[in-house]
Structure formats: structure tokens, C-alpha cells
């Protein structure tokens, strides 16, 4: 089959990434006999650069034809450290969350027992731990109306959510759970904002409709402090968009590297994948990032195509990848040794086209003599 992909490398290490997981949909295309056409698009700092808009329209043309899109990190320390920035970056992504309606991002966490040890926290607290996290992507107080003061004393962004908001994306939690453990939390700050009483209102009405599904409810705070007590608690966590942001961050402490997380964004019509991870400029350019959340977010986006012999495919290859320890600094573990972002997407391709003899090529990739590179 032939698909259009939209890719936006992005900024920071976003490029760098980006190409790897590039290179496990070119495998996966010649293994399977499947045609990508990438078409590039700019988002973020580096549009700004290059037209003064961190969302060209453009590239939301190229984003609403593409079958869907593969989005790497977003972010400049440049505007990081400057408030008085009128545009910045993240405006980009934002615009096109809210331009495409990517209302549903799922952002799965699990904990790789080759990575177990990597963890600060204790084996026995993570080992087994499966959560799927939904966060809400298009409402809430990033979308609400801001302002600052005239004499700039004062600030403030409103939260908004409407019961239809709500409810679209409660409805794909509790199908998710459906097919898990059956269980879905809702986190909220229920005992402090009126927002997360229309969410408990809203969820606990729609529950009555999944009836093979437990509902529970954790006020923020007390969610945050679970996940790190007891994560194996957790099937589906079911969020509004700035606690959604928050937990899965912290959740991420869970797979032993925030470098693997991988996320999809979905609405109505289009559907991105992207790392949860940020642009991590102090690493743009070094080859030493992690490109298994990217690489992770393409078997994302092969699943939602329908492939999922071809998203499986990766997922071996990337699990292969953790066994045999070739993997980027941030997850080397105990081991003395690792391999920079541009090999471990070598590692990938090659695995999903040739399994068997990948294993004999990586004998030789840590004394430099990988034929697959
Ligand atoms: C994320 C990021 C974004 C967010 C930023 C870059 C705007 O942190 O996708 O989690 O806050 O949603
Ligand atoms: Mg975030």
C-alpha cells in the first residue's frame, strides 16, 4: 500500500530522531512491501526562523493530505529564557493540536524489565507495570483566554471544558479499557475546581455505559504521588490536558528513560505521533539522543494505518534493541557501553528486514566492525 506520511523534524533533537525512526518506516516498507511518501513540513522554532511563524500554513496544508503525521520535538532555549516572547515555538504545536482537533492524546507507559534497573525506583514498585494515560488535548487552560495585566502586575489563563469535550475522549478511555484490565482512573482536582466536577459529572454519567468497567477517581496531587507508590495500580489514567501533561512526565520515570515514551495524538480526521520528550537542545547535533520514543511513536502511527504486523515489527526490533544493550547514554544502565542515536536506528532497520542475522551484526557494532552500518 502507498501512504503519504507528514513529517515535522522540528527542533532541538527532533531532526535527529526523527531520521531514525525514518529509517524503521523505510524498513518496514521494504519488508513489507509498502510505499511512504515523507513530505517535510516546518513547525516550531526553526519556522520561526525561517518565516517568522511557528505554523506555517503550509504545513497544515501538507498535515490535513497526509494519512499521518510524524512529529519530532518543539523548543528553543532561546525562547525558553525570554518571557517577553510574543511568538514562540509551542504556539506551533498547539495551533495545530487545536487546527486538526487532535483532541485524544494516549501515551502508553510500561516498564521494560531490560530496563528495569535503570529505574530510581525500586524493582519490585515497577516491575509489571502497564498504564495507558489519556490525556485531553485540546482544551482546558492551554486553550483558554490569557491575558496579562496592562501595568503587568497580573496574569491569568482561563480553564474551559464542555461536556461534549469531555465525553469524545471518554468514550475512546473506556473502549481502551475495554480491551485491557477494565479499569480507568480519573484524575481531576475535583475537591478544588469547578472544571473537574464537569468531569466527574460527565465520566461518571458515560461509565454507566461500560458496565465491564471499574471507574475510580484520584484528586492530582494524591495520582502523583500514587504513580510513584504504586503504578501497578493503574490500567487506564483518564486526564484533562495540563495534568495529562504533568503525570505522564513523571510517569516516565516508570520506563527508565523519558527517551522512550512515544505518544499518539488523534481526532475526528488527522492523527500525529510524536515523543513525549522535548527538543533537548543542549544534545541537538551530538548523535546522542534517544530515538526509540520517535521510532516507538512511527509503530504508533503504523498501528493506526491498520499495519499492525508492520507496528509489531518494530516493537520487536526496538525490545531486541534494549536485550542486546544497544541503546543511547541516557539508558546504558550498569553497562560501560553505548551507541550513538544514528546507530541504534541502524540496529532497528536491520533488525526488522533481516531478524536472525541482526544478532551477529551487532556482535561487531561495539568494536566498530557493524556491517549494517
Ligand atoms: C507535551 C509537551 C507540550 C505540551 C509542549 C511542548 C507545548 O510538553 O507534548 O507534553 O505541554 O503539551
Ligand atoms: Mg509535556
Redesign the pocket.
Known sequence: MKYTIAVIPGDGIGPEVTNQAKKALDAVAYAYNHVFLYKEAQMGACAIEATGNPLPDKTIDICKAADAILFGA??DLKYDNNPEAKVRP?QG??KL?KELGLFC?VRPIKAYNQLIENSPLKKEVIQGTDIVIYRE?TGGI?FGKKEVSKDGLSAYDACLYSVDEISRITHLAFKAAQNRRKKVTLVDKANVLETSRLWRKTVSEIAKQYKDVTLDFLFVDNAAMQLILNPKQFDVILTE?LFG?II??EASVIGGSIGLLA?SSVGEKNALF?P?H?SFPQAKGKDTANPLASILSAALLLEHLGLHDEAEAIERAVEKSLVLGITTEDIKGKKDFFTETSKVGDFIADYIINQEDSNMNFMNIHAGQSTII
Open positions: 518543539i523548543g509551542e504545536l498547539l493540536r492524546n488535548l492551554y490536558n501533561d505522564s512526565d505518544s510524536e513525549i522535548g
